[in-house]
Each structure stands twice: as structure tokens, then as C-alpha cells.
């Protein structure tokens, strides 16, 4: 059984920095796309980046790129999102996810594997 666990989530000022982390286990992530995905108050769950495990090619969002950069780290089978930058609208929960092999897309549907969220705050 695939478990993600977030952490790194917290209450940062605009324009500060975070880096959340997505730690996985379970399996050998080496053919998965993990990505991550925000959802603030009162609004859809968005796709916010994703990496293939398998040859490290990235997606972003157009709110966070330029400002964001994921990767991973294949001995630790952890996924990090280190964002720059902060404004008061990135606040929101903030979910890893993956799925194995396939593409990577930006649909929550598309994805099995989901961990519980950690919160990012970022005040004005």
C-alpha cells in the first residue's frame, strides 16, 4: 500500500519561502508521477506540479511558475515542492499525490494515491 505523508506546510509573510516535502512508501516509486495539488477555502482542489519519477520531466501551473520548483530525491523517495515568492493567494491545503505510470496531468481523478495535506498560511 503507496503512503504519502506532507510536511514543511506553515504560516510564512508574502514574498517568504517554503519547501514542502512528500515522503513515500510502499513501493519502488521508479515508473510514478507524483504530483502536488492545493485547495483553499471554498474552492476546486488545482494541480499545482507534478514530476515523472521516471525521467524527471516537470509540469506547473501557470500561478506558480517561476516561482516554484519540485523534485525529488530517489534514496529518501521523497518529493519536494519549494516555493518562492509567496502571496496571500497560495494559501491553501496543500496534497501530494501519485499515480503509477501514465502521463502527467493535472486531474485530481487521475490520481490514486493521495496523502492528508498540510497548510500553508501566507499573510499579507
Known amino acids: 500500500q503507496v503512503q504519502l505523508v506532507e510536511s514543511g506546510g506553515g504560516l510564512v509573510q508574502s514574498g517568504g519561502s517554503l519547501r514542502l516535502s512528500c515522503a513515500a512508501s510502499?513501493?519502488?516509486?521508479?515508473?510514478?508521477?507524483m504530483v502536488w495539488f492545493r485547495q483553499a477555502p471554498g474552492k476546486e482542489r488545482e494541480f499545482v506540479a507534478g514530476?515523472?519519477?521516471?525521467?524527471?520531466?516537470?509540469a506547473y501551473a501557470d500561478s506558480v511558475k517561476g516561482r516554484s520548483t519540485i523534485s525529488r530525491d530517489g534514496a529518501k523517495n521523497t518529493v519536494y515542492l519549494e516555493m518562492n515568492s509567496l502571496k496571500p493567494e497560495d494559501t491553501a491545503v496543500y496534497y501530494c499525490?501519485?499515480?503509477?505510470?501514465?502521463?502527467?496531468?493535472?486531474?485530481?481523478?487521475?490520481?490514486?494515491?493521495w496523502g492528508q495535506g498540510t497548510q500553508v498560511t501566507v499573510s499579507s
Open positions: 514530476i515523472r519519477w521516471s525521467d524527471d520531466s516537470t
Open positions: 510502499g513501493r519502488t516509486f521508479s515508473s510514478y508521477i
Open positions: 499525490a501519485a499515480r503509477r505510470i501514465g502521463l502527467l496531468t493535472t486531474r485530481v481523478s487521475d490520481y490514486t494515491y
